[in-house]
Every structure is written in C-alpha cells, then in structure tokens.
C-alpha cells in the first residue's frame, strides 16, 4: 500500500467500530519522506511524500476504510530525561544540548535527549538533575537561532537577559 499523505489523526476522529493498525515508527523515522515499514498487523506500507517532509506524530491517520484505521505510533527510546529547576537552568541545559546539535524534546517541564552517555555524564557532572527512562519523545523543540559569531543575539543570550532581569 502506498501512503503520500496523512488524512487525520486519531485523537481528532469519531472511530467507534472500526480497528486501528498501528504503524510503530522510531521517533527519528517520523520525518523520512520515503521508508518501507509494516503495520501491527503485516501489512506492508510504502511512504512516499515526495513534496513535504511528513512530520509524522502520534496518531496520525495514514489510512481509512469502512473496516480499519492504519495510524502512528511512535515507539518508546531511552532517553535522558532533564527536569530544569528555573529557567536559567533551562535556557543552560538547552545551550549544552544544542551546542552538541542534538535534537531535544519536551514533555510538561522536562527536556527530553535520545540517550547519549557522554551527554548524561557531562549533565550529571554539571549538577543537572538527570534521569534515564524509556519514554515516547513526542514534541520536539524547534528553535531558529543565529549562527555563531553573527553579531544578532542568540535565543540562549536573549533567555539569559530574561531570567537575569527577572530573578
């Protein structure tokens, strides 16, 4: 089966019969344009978004039919797992992460890294409080920051301002 695009997700659907066919993805495969996978059930999938980069989430909705939904789900990773007492401390932590062009993720006040023991243990030698769990990373923080050494200021520098005014 061929899929060039998503027609929905699930937690914005009214499914009350019909059978959802997970489609398991790694979290670093949810932005491949082009990857053969099978679902839950065996199906084989073939994605094809030849125009966009398919910024696949959980649940999105890849296929319907009278009898059967095929929808995402984005499979657990051991991540490192970072809880920022203040936002200084967040603002640190994102620069140490970002510094290294690591994606980074976010769920409720954590930031979330796909496990990385150099990371873990330069976090955890900073004084950071760091934990190891298996956890779905399902919101990825994307920021637009200037190239280092451009004269404009960065987002790290702009958060320093803030939290220096602010505590």
């Known amino acids: 089966m061929l899929i060039?695009?998503?027609i929905g997700n699930i937690k914005n659907h009214t499914n009350n019969i019909k059978t959802i066919d997970w489609l398991k993805l790694q979290w670093f495969e949810t932005n491949k344009r082009i990857q053969r996978k099978h679902t839950e059930s065996g199906l084989e999938i073939a994605i094809k978004f030849l125009h966009e980069n398919p910024n696949?989430?959980?649940g999105d909705i890849l296929f319907e039919d009278e009898?059967?939904?095929i929808a995402i789900e984005i499979l657990p990773c051991e991540c490192i797992v970072v809880a920022p007492k203040n936002m200084f401390?967040?603002?640190s932590v994102c620069y140490e992460i970002g510094?290294?062009?690591l994606p980074l993720f976010f769920d409720k006040e954590e930031l979330l890294v796909p496990n990385?023991?150099?990371l873990y243990k330069l976090l955890t030698a900073q004084g950071y409080i760091v934990k190891q769990e298996k956890r779905q990373l399902l919101q990825p923080l994307k920021t637009t920051v200037a190239p280092h050494?451009?004269?404009n200021d960065t987002l790290f520098s702009k958060i320093m301002?803030?939290?220096a005014t602010h505590e």
């Open 99 to 101: 510094n290294k062009h």
């Open 56 to 58: 696949l989430n959980q």
């Open 67 to 69: 009898k059967s939904i």
């Open 149 to 151: 050494g451009s004269t």
């Open 161 to 163: 301002k803030l939290t």
């Open 89 to 91: 401390e967040m603002a």
């Open 116 to 118: 990385e023991m150099p």
């Open 4 to 6: 060039q695009q998503k």
